[in-house]
């Protein structure tokens, strides 16, 4: 095991000089003769940096990081195999969380000790780049079995952690052949695991937030439904007395503005449940298709009565095998979404069409259209489209919807048509 001090203690900012086994640094005369290729490698690193950095930035999920990690060091130092080891000191193991290169059952599968006498374990244990030139002779530690059986030479790892934090795990690059890992390639290998321990300790910070918007939203809701109870019964009474015509628009405007952030304290709710992970089992049943999606736009109808909707409605009852209140759910948000952004024409399109065992909802919109990279990023916690003329939303509908779907086995996509934008929710057909 390693000692109490090795998972409780700040990760290093161990240069590569500190790293065991590492080529020295080169000298000034030598950085001065640097040959092109050596040039160019470092170029693709700094690139391969950078990129992940900017994805990181953009509010990528941690999966993501770890898997574009792992493909960017296989790629950029052409190893065989590398991986993003999850150090868990509870259940006292590794995980190979993500990695590239490797055959079928190790990613997400393979759990390394921590008492063991490993390349991944070492590294936890003595906190600083570890570099293997030939495996036949190491004395340090064991390697891994399957490293042996996959033919692998040499290799390099360096620690995962912010400082001051516990560390994270361990990103590690394998060879099949005898490779000098320079002090350029452990620099790479720090900055990539760097972006890493960021992206990790971004979502710590994102757990406590979510952790509040739950008990901030449960304690809104109950004085937030009084409110819309309340404007609703005061505004009967003034009709029945026959009261001023602007105090009815007043007590309209109160329960219409108490109704949309009803509606977003809910939107704020299911995203700290999903989360939490508290969103409870789906429940899946026959589900009347085209009931859901008229009942969606006749309240979505209600809600934006400047907008016209135009529903395909083919007459007849789709059945589909999907979770009722989920899906209902999912398609109030797009419709909503697409009411909102319709700045060029208020008018917004639905449409069902059967394709290939499947059924796709179209929720066109009349937005103008996005730029390719918002596109992208649509589904982001907290993005908006950012249309000219439309500034409410706080970017989590469609967030919400995506996770939703995933949950059903159901797909959302985006894509800008004239004047723009379609939404196609993808639906599998009941059996």
Partial sequence: MPPPDAHIGAAPKAGPAQATGAAPKAGP??????TPSALLQRERQQAAVSDLGQAALAGRELDWVLQRAAQLVHDTLQADFT????YEPKRGHLLVRAGAGWPDGVVGET???DGADSHGAYTIRVLHPVVVRDIAREARFEMAPVLHELG????ASV???AEGAPPFGVLEADMRTARVFTSHDLDFLQSIANVI?????????ERRLDEFVFLVSHELRNPLTSVTGFSRRLQRRALAEGRDEVDIEELQLIRDESQRMARTIELLLDMARLERRERGEVVREPVALMQLLRQTVAV???RYPSVTFHLADPNIDIAIDSDGDRLGRILANVVDNAAKYSVLRPEVHVTVRARDGFLDVGVQDACGGLPEDRIERLFDRFVRGDTPGRSRGMGIGLYVSRRLAASIDAEIEVENVPDGCRFTIRLPRAG
């Avoid at 005369?29 to 640097?34: I, K, L, P, V």
């Avoid at 990790?200 to 910070?205: A, D, T």
């Fill in 29 to 34: 005369a030598q950085a001065t003769g640097a």
């Fill in 83 to 86: 991986k993003v080891l999850e």
């Fill in 111 to 113: 759990e390394v000790p």
């Fill in 152 to 155: 692998v030479v040499s290799g």
């Fill in 159 to 161: 620690l995962i952690g």
């Fill in 197 to 205: 321990a960021a992206t990790v300790e971004r979502g710590h910070h």
């Fill in 300 to 302: 979505a109808r209600e």
